[in-house]
């Protein structure tokens, strides 16, 4: 078993920039990868981003390369999601994710553990 947390979510105006964490515990957060995703109201939940388990690899949906990066650190169990130049679509909840799952091309279906996930608003 593995508990994520999610935080740093809030308010911020277009254009600004937010930092989310994810906080694991339970297990070694090196066994897994780790993917970001978001649920705007009324639609369904889709993917951000993914790290690899060691950190080397990573992949973005469209929406947000150049403006969103995923990093992380095994020994901190910790994974980030810096996110810049934010846009009123950006507004969501945010979860993070893991998967026993090698590599970066992986379904949401192959996430074992999801947080409970932090809420975005950006403002216009």
């Known amino acids: 078993q593995v508990q994520l947390v999610e935080s740093g979510g809030g308010l911020v105006q277009a254009g600004g920039s937010l930092r989310l964490s994810c906080a694991a515990s339970?297990?070694?957060?090196?066994?897994?990868?780790m993917g970001w995703f978001r649920q705007a109201p009324g639609k369904e939940r889709e993917f951000v981003a993914i790290?690899?388990?060691?950190?080397?690899?990573?992949e973005y949906a469209d929406s947000v390369k150049g403006r969103f990066t995923i990093s992380r650190d095994n020994a901190k169990n910790t994974v980030w999601l810096q996110m810049n130049s934010l846009k009123p679509e950006d507004t969501a909840v945010y979860y993070c994710?893991?998967?026993?799952?090698?590599?970066?091309?992986?379904?949401?279906?192959?996430?074992?553990?999801w947080g409970q996930g932090t809420q975005v608003t950006v403002s216009s």
């Open positions: 339970g297990r070694t957060l090196s066994r897994f990868g």
């Open positions: 994710a893991a998967t026993f799952s090698l590599g970066i091309w992986v379904t949401e279906s192959q996430y074992a553990y």
């Open positions: 790290i690899n388990r060691s950190g080397d690899d990573t």
